[in-house]
């Protein structure tokens, strides 16, 4: 079992900056991919960027440029720095971890932190 738990969340202006921050805990010496993913209402839940063993880095197209995705202290805490933040990210962040391959794999997933950009 993997915990998340989110932070950073909040009210910025259009072209501002914000980092957000994911705590694990559990069994994070299973982890080997950890990721941000975004919830803007009445969408889906969608990948911004992710980053497994290796240091590897994955990011939507509308974050590249933009968002860096960070880890620290063998997956005890991830990071997202947001910069130049558009009304366009304005969602719910939530962390995900992920654990094993194939038939063994397991997603966890944070409770989410509110991001809004204000144009």
């Known amino acids: 079992q993997v915990l998340l738990v989110e932070s950073g969340g909040g009210l910025v202006q259009a072209g501002g900056s914000l980092r957000l921050s994911c705590l694990a805990s559990g069994s994070i010496f299973r982890v080997n991919s950890m990721g941000w993913y975004r919830q803007a209402p009445g969408k889906q839940r969608e990948l911004v960027a992710s980053?497994?063993?290796?240091?590897?880095?994955n990011y939507a197209d509308s974050a590249k440029g933009r968002f860096t995705i960070s880890r620290a202290d063998s997956n005890r805490a991830l990071y997202l720095e947001m910069n130049n933040l558009k009304p366009e990210d304005t969602g719910v962040y939530y962390c995900?971890?992920?654990?094993?391959?194939?038939?063994?794999?397991?997603?966890?997933w944070g409770q989410g932190t509110q991001v809004t950009v204000s144009s």
């Open positions: 995900k971890a992920i654990t094993g391959s194939g038939w063994a794999k397991q997603d966890f």
């Open positions: 980053i497994r063993d290796g240091g590897f880095t």
